[in-house]
């Protein structure tokens, strides 16, 4: 059964960091590109990081340039996001995504969309003093 399986989140104060966690299960992660997608509380979903599975190049939302980073270990099929510098405004669940890497998809262009092949569960972020 593929799945993906995510873990990190939790509460946590301003200025602190974090680290989300996302596993494939059932299918190789680096045949994969993947995304991160935040939903705040009273807003729609956005894709704020996502990942190239070839050239492994990325891109960020602009609210989250500079503070989030992402990364992949193929080794361990997974894909992470550091968090630094925690913002009340980071407050949501994020969600990763995956599909599989078309040869013309962008890293931008995955973050842009919100269909994707598999999603996981999510997992929810406070930040909150």
């Known amino acids: 059964q593929l799945q993906i399986v995510q873990s990190g989140g939790g509460l946590v104060q301003p200025g602190e960091s974090l680290r989300l966690s996302c596993s494939a299960s059932?299918?190789?992660?680096?045949?994969?590109?993947i995304g991160w997608f935040r939903q705040a509380p009273g807003k729609e979903r956005e894709g704020v990081s996502c990942?190239?599975?070839?050239?492994?190049?990325?891109w960020y939302a602009d609210s989250v340039k500079g503070r989030f980073t992402i990364s992949r270990d193929d080794a361990k099929n997974s894909v992470f996001l550091e968090i630094d510098s925690l913002k009340p405004e980071d407050t949501g669940v994020y969600y990763c995504?995956?599909?599989?890497?078309?040869?013309?998809?962008?890293?931008?262009?995955?973050?842009?969309?919100?269909?994707?092949?598999?999603w996981g569960p999510g997992t929810r972020v406070t930040v909150s003093s």
């Open positions: 995504a995956a599909d599989r890497q078309r040869p013309w998809a962008t890293a931008e262009n995955m973050c842009e969309s919100g269909v994707h092949d598999y």
């Open positions: 059932g299918f190789t992660a680096d045949h994969y590109i």
């Open positions: 990942i190239r599975s070839t050239d492994r190049s990325e």
